[in-house]
């Protein structure tokens, strides 16, 4: 008996010890630990000093484990794999990315004015609030007399006219409002004056054995008098699953009447972005009444939806078309230090889960593929993540220093980030409107005002140039 009990005993210890071992805090004091003893003589006693600097090497995970790992040919000895193992090394890169999540934030934290009015790179703004107290905008689009219609998470749909009145819209289909899912992205028809159709992406559900199930679908209607009229689902990306996230959910028309839609990949990852036949984790591309376009890229394949029109996504909650090149452009969540910007191609895979520039540690080893020939890269990346939704080009001569950039909403930062571009090539990055809010979406109504809609707590404001 007693043998037994100490037999539990040391095994209860041995449980608490190597439980201790693995928990984040014994984790962060060696992560520290191993920065003062191997890295602090030559990068600075105070890690927040070494990661605050411009970097030369790249600061994604897998060029931050690189530098440790591997170091540079012109620099002797940066090489720590010999005094560290793969896993601590892992944890420093983590201790570092950390450190820089925590910088971004001081730093945008300092850079809120006190006057309401945000001073950038060649631009003046003062907010203008369009609305408050709303659940959680999703989607915007501005009518040909410049009212606006916005969704709300909640299912729930409004007009909102000039003198600020906001009317609902009925009609609007039920939706699965749990987790990320509900009401999401909303467009007009490219011809919306002369046939009033509207289009709205939300999660659609059913149940089946007891289970709830959910996946992105796209509604179809005409909106008359406020109401949604005729209004049918003209695209559902099949199957249907039991997570309630990573809907993707956003539409953008391109100049030729083509309608592009974004699924995430429903937390499914080795399940659906690489098979083409699945329709999460893609980019469909549709008519405007949702039967397939004779060009799209798997038309022929008996093993393809015909909707699929890119693959290898991951959560994509921002589409843009290029005003200058008609391209469409992307945003996506990828997993810790690679949330990507994309141009997508015709039939090409953007390689979720098979590379991405942010790794996930499985426990053995860390993929630490970033490029493969047959795998469109991004044309930039974000570290630390921001997770950015809703994406926008500024197109108005409101904003003169800012016209041909692109704009991505940062729900992790609650920032504006400016991308500014030459042509499709990206430059860098401004922060903008720092503190502001969960950013969800992006529009521009018909007079060039740029609109930003965040939630926690949902408002609305209009960028008004000084
Ligand atoms: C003997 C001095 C020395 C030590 C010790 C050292 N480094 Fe470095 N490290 C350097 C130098 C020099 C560079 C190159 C800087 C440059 O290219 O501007 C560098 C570059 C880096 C970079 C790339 C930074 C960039 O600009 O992109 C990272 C990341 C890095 N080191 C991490 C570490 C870590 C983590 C440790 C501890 C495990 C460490 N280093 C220890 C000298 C050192």
């Not at 105070?46 to 530098?67: A, C, M, P």
């Not at 540079?72 to 005094?83: C, L, T, V, Y």
């Not at 749909?157 to 990320?180: A, C, F, H, M, Y």
């Not at 009447?257 to 974004?262: D, I, T």
Request: hydrophobic share 35%.
């Amino acid at each position: 008996m007693i043998k037994y009990g100490l037999l539990l005993f040391s095994a209860l210890l041995l449980l608490t010890f190597c439980h201790r071992e693995n928990s984040p805090e014994r984790i962060l004091s060696s992560s520290k630990a191993h920065y003062k003893k191997q890295c602090a003589s030559c990068h600075g006693a105070s890690v927040e000093d070494f990661t605050k600097k411009e970097w030369k090497h790249g600061n994604s995970r897998l060029e931050l484990i690189n530098s440790i790992k591997n170091g540079f040919p012109d620099i002797a000895g940066h090489n720590f794999s010999e005094k560290l193992n793969e896993r601590q090394i892992f944890n420093l890169s983590n201790y570092l990315l950390d450190n820089m999540v925590a910088n971004k934030e001081k730093m945008l934290q300092n850079a809120v004015p006190k006057d309401n009015k945000y001073v950038s790179e060649g631009m003046t703004i003062v907010l203008d609030t369009i609305l408050t107290d709303l659940e959680n905008p999703w989607g915007i689009v501005f009518l040909p007399n410049n009212d606006m219609l916005f969704t709300e998470r909640i299912g729930k749909l409004w007009r909102l006219d000039g003198n600020k009145k906001k009317t609902e819209i009925t009609g609007v289909p039920p939706s699965l409002v749990e987790s990320q899912g509900g009401l999401l992205d909303i467009k007009l028809h490219p011809k919306f004056e002369s046939n009033r159709i509207i289009y709205l992406t939300y999660s659609k559900t059913k149940d089946s054995l007891g289970s709830t199930y959910g996946t992105t679908a796209v509604y179809r209607a005409r909106l008359d008098n406020d109401k949604l009229v005729d209004g049918k689902d003209i695209f559902v990306a099949e199957p249907y699953t039991k997570a309630f996230h990573h809907y993707g959910g956003r539409l953008a028309f391109d100049r030729n009447g083509y309608l592009y839609v974004s699924v995430g990949d429903r937390g499914g990852k080795d399940d659906y972005p690489q098979f083409l036949d699945k329709g999460p984790g893609k980019i469909h591309r549709i008519k405007d009444d949702g039967s397939i376009p004779a060009d799209n890229p798997f038309i022929n394949r008996k093993d393809a939806m015909a909707s699929v029109w890119s693959y290898g996504h991951r959560n994509p909650q921002g589409l843009a078309i290029h005003p200058q090149t008609g391209e469409l452009w992307e945003t996506e969540h990828g997993p810790r230090g690679g949330d990507e910007v994309n141009m997508i191609q015709k039939g090409k895979n953007f390689g979720w889960p098979v590379v991405s520039y942010g790794t996930e540690y499985d426990g053995g080893s860390f993929t630490s593929i970033t490029r493969r020939d047959d795998i469109i890269n991004p044309i930039d990346y974000w570290v630390p993540s921001i997770a950015p939704c809703g994406l926008a080009f500024v197109t108005s001569d409101l904003y003169p220093a800012w016209k041909g950039d692109l704009l991505a909403g940062s729900l992790r930062f609650r920032y504006l980030d400016r991308c500014d571009l030459e042509g499709s090539k990206l430059l860098k990055h401004e922060q903008l409107l720092p503190q502001i809010g969960r950013m969800r979406c992006i529009a521009i109504d018909n007079k060039g005002y740029i609109y930003v809609a965040v939630e926690e707590p949902g408002m609305i404001f209009r960028l008004m140039p000084q």
